[in-house]
């Protein structure tokens, strides 16, 4: 008997464990995320041109099937060289959009998803300062932007409410006088809240 009822409570520890697993992504679990990461390359030099880097808060939202609708903005920032000056290029940006799940493991630790995600924001030149030391004059205007960025991310879930966020995204932002696209690798955490 007491080897019964020793192997009924394994056996129930068990299932009650893969049960604890699979309430990740429920529909109507909100999170917020963090990410940060680099644009156009690996470029960590932050004395060279086209160094650049972004960062950002995200709420998101799930719904059926593991997928989520995703709110927030970011900030992202590239350098140009002017002779020995570094222009930055500084795009603020909100953004809303919509991820697809189209693989994930069956201990439902790791997802990956694809998301289409609108965008509006401003962009300045080195924040709008015109006349440069020499002289010289920057001709490129401050503008409105926007577009839309094409995401593939990876997320992975290191407990039931803390996943490891790893991305790398396309945007396109109309209005811009310097470049309408840039790519960002990024990495970050995300914390469900409820």
């Known amino acids: 008997m007491k080897r019964i009822i020793i192997f009924l409570t394994l056996a129930l520890c068990l299932v009650v464990q893969n049960q604890a ?5 429920l529909p109507s679990q909100k999170g917020i995320q963090f990410t940060g990461g680099t644009v156009n390359g690996f470029n ?10 972004h960062f ?8 059926k099937h593991g997928n989520y609708w995703k709110f927030g903005g970011e900030y992202l920032q590239k350098q140009y ?8 290029q500084a795009q603020i940006t909100a953004e ?17 998803s694809l998301g289409l995600s609108g965008m509006v924001g401003y962009e ?27 995401t593939l ?20 932002l109309f209005g811009s006088s310097v470049g309408k696209f840039n790519t960002q690798i990024g990495l970050g955490i995300r914390f469900i809240i409820n």
């Open 153 to 172: 991310e990876t997320e992975i879930f290191l407990t039931d409410w803390a996943a490891l966020l790893l991305n790398v995204r396309e945007r396109m």
């Open 56 to 63: 950002g808060t995200v709420i998101t939202s799930y719904t």
């Open 44 to 53: 960590l030099d932050s004395k060279s041109d086209g160094f650049g880097f």
């Open 81 to 88: 060289l002017y002779e020995d000056l570094k222009l930055p």
């Open 21 to 25: 697993q699979a309430q990740r992504r």
């Open 96 to 112: 809303g959009g919509y991820f697809l799940n189209f693989l994930s493991d069956g201990s439902k630790t790791v997802f990956f």
């Open 124 to 150: 300045t030149i080195n924040w709008n300062d015109k006349l440069l030391p020499d002289g010289a004059t920057v001709e490129n205007e401050d503008a409105f932007l926007y577009g839309a960025a094409l």
